[in-house]
T-cell receptor, first 110, second 113 residues
Framework: RKEVEQDPGPFNVPEGATVAFNCTYS??????FFWYRQDCRKEPKLLMS???SGNEDGRFTAQLNRASQYISLLIRDSKLSDSATYLC???????????FGGGTRLMVKP | NAGVTQTPKFQVLKTGQSMTLQCAQD?????MYWYRQDPGMGLRLIYY???????DKGEVPNGYNVSRLNKREFSLRLESAAPSQTSVYFC????????????FGDGTRLSIL
């Protein structure tokens, strides 16, 4: 089993739609969680950290469920510019190492 | 503010050739990392340096060496390139401790023929 698993997609949604991605992780001792965004042929960029109580940044909401070991990302009112690959990232509690999921591709259509 | 800078952006090598990928950060970060990204595989850690003077193996270190030249610079060397090392290589840095998000350079696309 992979340490961090994501549905690769693609998720094809119309503009204005709400879309949600889930990510599961295997290490119950993981302490830090992030969502990164990666555009085609570009570097990953931090979208948001994920906090235990859940957190929101504009149209983006992240949730953490420690009991079930999954993280979610909800995007409301999707924009064309949201089209990208979304990477779920987990600290594996071994010092400085982060483990990246394979990413979920989102395509927002006009 | 440049952030994390990688050179070169693109490189084509022949099997058996050697080369060094350079990375520098200007954010006064303690920790630096080298990843490779292959289609369908996600990002995999090659080596990292938790602080100046230390380096450690990541998930896929075979065929690579690293040098933490100073706090700013962390280089990745391929001594004898193999086609299996064809990939996109990313350097990243953070303040240290796994809780901190990492900031990435814009990558080096390496092809080995």
């Amino acid at each position: 089993r992979k340490e961090v698993e994501q549905d690769p997609g693609p998720f094809n949604v119309p503009e204005g739609a709400t879309v949600a991605f889930n990510c599961t992780y295997s290490n119950s001792a993981s302490q830090s969680f992030f969502w990164y965004r990666q555009d085609c042929r570009k570097e990953p960029k931090l979208l948001m950290s994920v906090y235990s109580s859940g957190n929101e940044d504009g149209r983006f909401t992240a949730q953490l469920n420690r009991a079930s070991q999954y993280i979610s990302l909800l995007i409301r009112d999707s924009k064309l510019s949201d089209s990208a690959t979304y990477l779920c990232v987990v600290n594996n509690n071994a010092g400085n190492m982060l483990t990246f999921g394979g990413g979920t591709r989102l395509m927002v259509k006009p | 503010n440049a952030g994390v800078t990688q050179t070169p952006k693109f490189q084509v090598l022949k099997t058996g050739q050697s080369m060094t990928l350079q990375c520098a950060q200007d954010m006064n970060h303690n920790s630096m990392y080298w990843y490779r990204q292959d289609p369908g595989m996600g990002l995999r850690l090659i080596y990292y340096s938790a602080s100046e003077g230390t380096t450690d193996k990541g998930e896929v270190p075979n065929g690579y060496n690293v040098s933490r030249l100073n706090k700013r610079e962390f280089s990745l060397r391929l001594e004898s390139a193999a086609p299996s090392q064809t990939s996109v290589y990313f350097c990243a840095s953070n303040l240290g401790q796994g809780r901190r998000p990492q900031h990435f350079g814009d990558g080096t696309r390496l092809s080995i023929l």
